[in-house]
C-alpha cells in the first residue's frame, strides 16, 4: 500500500496543481490578473496544496482501495468581475481545470502504452500511470457536476439564460454539503461514472489501447 501512494502521489499531485494553475492562467489570458499576481499561475506545488484534500483525502482513499481517486487543492482567486465580457468567459476559465485533466489523462494513457508495449516495460511506470489517468478521470468528472461552486456548476450559470443562472449561483453557499451528502450516499460515485467511462473510452480510442 505504502508503495501505491507513493507511486499515485506524482500523479495526484499533478492532477490537482495543473487544474488549479489553467483556471489562473486563462483567467488571465481573458483579463483577470489576480491569480498571477498572487503567485498561483505556477506549477510549484507548494502554492495550491491542501494539507486535507491535496494529501489526506487522495491518500486514504488509496490506501481503502477505492475505485476512484479524487481530491482537491486550495482554489485559485478569481475575480469575474475583471473578466473582459464575465458570463461568457467564465465558461471558459471554469472548463480549464477539468479540461487540463483531460490532457494529462491523455498523456498518462501515452505513457502507460509506453510502459507495456513499447519496449520499455516497467510495471511500476504502468501502475503510476494507471492511476494518473484515473486521478486525472475522477477530478475532471467531479468537476463538471453541475453543481457551484464545482467548475461543472460555473459552467452551467455561464451558459443559462440570466434568470436561471442567477438561480443556480445562489446554491453555491451549500455546494460543498450537497457533494459531501452525495458522498456520504453513495451517489456521487454513479453521477461520476458516466462521465468517467466515456472520456476513458475516448482516451484508449485515442491512444489505441
Known sequence: MLETILLGAVPVVLAITLHEAAHGYVAKLFGDHTAWMLGRVTLNPLKHIDPFGTVLIPAALLLMGAPFVFGWAKPVPVNFGNLRNPKADMF??????????????????????????????????????????????????????????????????????????????RVEPYGLFIIVALLATGVLGRLMQPLMVGADYLIRALVSL
Do not use: C, T, Y
Not at 101 to 119: D, E, H, M, S, Y
Not at 142 to 163: E, F, Q, T
Open 92 to 169: 471558459w476559465v471554469a472548463a480549464a481545470g477539468p479540461g487540463s485533466n483531460f490532457v494529462q489523462a491523455l498523456l498518462w494513457a501515452l505513457v502507460f502504452k509506453i510502459a507495456v508495449a513499447g519496449g520499455v516495460a516497467s510495471p511500476a511506470l504502468a501502475e503510476m500511470a494507471q492511476i494518473g489517468v484515473m486521478a486525472n478521470l475522477a477530478l475532471m468528472a467531479l468537476n463538471l457536476l453541475p453543481v457551484p461552486p464545482l467548475d461543472g456548476g460555473r459552467i452551467a450559470v455561464s451558459l443559462l439564460p440570466h434568470r436561471a443562472a442567477v438561480a443556480l449561483s
